[in-house]
């Protein structure tokens, strides 16, 4: 006990004991919001479409908002992730976690079809549900992903 105590107190974490930097060594991690072009919006926004948190990035859900089935609805909502994700540095590829809200439950097997081989050979964690009361501005399928960098 008298030897961990000492270890301890000597500022050498288990991050410093396995070969990488102490927490007192590394820079502090810091928020970062991810605009699209990298211009700050010319008015105070409701939400961030994409912040990130050291190697963490997570994206705010995405809809369409225009006429068109499941599967167009679900197609551009995935471009726009992938922009974003793309925008931010990072990639499908490295989505760890996807939610995805339908307006209908019908609408799973089409939303499927487009999801389908997006994220990569190996998808991410995901759950799907239908929303109560539907998606703002009438879009058939709202996602959003938590990503790293």
Known sequence: MKNRRAFMKAGVGVA?????ASAQTAPPLKKVVHYRGGKRPDRPSLFSGAVSYGNL????????HKEGDIKVHTKDVLDQIQAELENAGSSMEKVLQC????????????MNEMFRGR??????????????????????????VIAYI
């Open 99 to 110: 939610r995805v809200f339908l307006n209908d439950l019908k609408d799973y097997d089409g």
């Open 16 to 20: 410093a004991a396995a070969g990488t």
């Open 57 to 64: 990035l997570f994206i705010a859900g995405k809809g369409y």
């Open 119 to 144: 994220f990569g050979e190996e998808p991410p964690v995901r759950t799907t549900i239908a929303a109560a009361g539907g998606i703002p501005g009438n879009s058939l399928v709202e996602i959003d």
